[in-house]
């Protein structure tokens, strides 16, 4: 079965070394700013902090996956994506900082229900 999901945005920080420890702190911070910049309820906006081995040019990589929408135009993307580099660099992530924003067509994305272990 597949159903379709509203646990849009989906951002994920791809990071190495100290830049790791701080992103997996800052995430509750910059949360709710970040549901503002988007424009979401703070249960739809998903953050996720993963820590790499390495990573070669070595920066903090925010990789957000986003439906399209009639007010996400490229000028509010560079605001936005702007913003979240402000948030994380205010938060003390010192190395450099890449946004990636894809934005997809709602009703081509379809998403699994959720399944729980049976014990």
């Not at 646990?7 to 790791?20: D, E, H, N, T, Y």
């Not at 910059?30 to 910049?37: R, Y």
């Not at 509010?76 to 997809?104: C, N, Y």
Request: charged residues 20%.
């Amino acid at each position: 079965n597949f159903v379709r999901t509203g646990r849009m945005p989906l951002v994920k920080i791809f990071s190495s070394g100290a830049a790791a420890a701080v992103a997996r702190q800052a995430i509750s911070r910059v949360h709710p700013s970040w549901c503002a910049l988007w424009k979401v309820d703070a249960p739809i906006l998903q953050i996720m902090a993963s820590e790499v081995s390495a990573m070669v040019p070595d920066r903090v990589v925010v990789d957000v996956r986003a439906k399209k929408k009639a007010d996400r135009t490229e000028s509010d993307l560079t605001k936005i994506s702007s913003a979240m580099a402000d948030s994380l660099m205010s938060a003390g992530i010192m190395a450099p900082i890449q946004v990636r924003i894809e934005l997809f067509e709602p009703t081509n994305q379809y998403h699994s229900a959720s399944y729980s272990a049976k014990m």
